[in-house]
């Protein structure tokens, strides 16, 4: 079993920017796909970026222009720069990581766009 970790949240202005990050717990095992997702209070979980192996990248219409998704190999470590935030952006975002069958989540990290 593989754990992911995010980290990064916090409470940022509108305007304002953010990094999170998500390391799998274990060196040896690398996700084919990685993505974040994020829950606002009473709606669903909705994709906001993905990313595949070879790097090519997926978004939200939402989060296009002013989020981006990276990820380090050689660290196994996944990110999302947030830049142009939003009130609208608050939630709790997740990391998820799929490889074959077998997909694995985050706990989630906080996200507050306020002022």
């Known amino acids: 079993q593989v754990q992911l970790v995010e980290s990064g949240g916090g409470l940022v202005q509108p305007g304002g920017a953010l990094r999170l990050s998500c390391a799998a717990s274990?060196?040896?095992?690398?996700?084919?796909?990685m993505g974040w997702y994020r829950q606002a209070p009473g709606k669903q979980r909705e994709l906001v970026a993905g990313i595949t192996g070879d790097g090519a990248t997926n978004y939200a219409d939402s989060v296009k222009g002013r989020f981006t998704i990276s990820r380090d190999n050689t660290k196994n470590t996944v990110y999302l720069q947030m830049n142009s935030l939003k009130p609208e952006d608050t939630a709790v975002y997740y990391c998820?990581?799929?490889?074959?069958?077998?997909?694995?989540w985050g706990q989630g990290t906080q996200v507050t766009v306020s002022s």
């Open positions: 274990r060196s040896d095992f690398s996700f084919s796909n």
């Open positions: 998820k990581g799929v490889r074959g069958l077998y997909a694995s």
